[in-house]
């Protein structure tokens, strides 16, 4: 015998878990790409200033990026173009870190 069909709660809670656990790979990989390129080359050359600037331009490029997929799924957020995104804001991150000279205080 069938178990019986999810209900419409069921489903929503099921997409609202998916959608939130996909924002936060959306926040977590490209801060920790921008950490881990800090890491290898001992920051040098960093202020206080990209201490602070820099890790908040990475998490807000990737919730409007997240917002913007979101907007745009149409049949819901499909691994392939997540993981594509996030490979995209990850390789922005590091060059971020890498890239951006220190700023003065």
Same mark, same amino acid.
């Given at each position: 015998?069938?178990?019986?069909?999810?209900? %419409?709660?069921? @489903?929503?809670?099921?997409?609202?878990?998916?959608?939130?656990?996909? +924002?936060?790979? $959306?926040? /977590?990989? =490209? &801060?920790? %790409?921008?950490? @881990?390129?800090?890491?290898?080359?001992?920051?040098?050359?960093?202020? +206080?200033?990209? $201490?602070? /600037?820099? =890790? &908040?331009?990475?998490?807000?490029?990737?919730?409007?990026?997240?917002?913007?997929?979101?907007?745009?799924?149409?049949?819901?957020?499909?691994?392939?173009?997540?993981?594509?995104?996030?490979?995209?804001?990850?390789?922005?991150?590091?060059?971020?870190?890498?890239?951006?000279?220190?700023?003065?205080?």
């Amino acid at each position: 015998m069938k178990p019986p069909p999810p209900t %419409a709660a069921a @489903v929503q809670r099921a997409k609202r878990k998916q959608t939130f656990r996909w +924002l936060l790979a $959306f926040v /977590l990989l =490209p &801060l920790g %790409a921008w950490f @881990v390129a800090g890491q290898s080359h001992g920051f040098e050359g960093k202020s +206080l200033s990209n $201490f602070s /600037l820099e =890790p &908040l331009i990475v998490v807000v490029a990737s919730g409007v990026v997240f917002f913007a997929w979101t907007l745009v799924a149409r049949r819901g957020l499909r691994p392939l173009p997540g993981v594509i995104l996030l490979v995209i804001l990850s390789a922005g991150a590091f060059a971020l870190q890498r890239l951006v000279p220190g700023l003065r205080e």
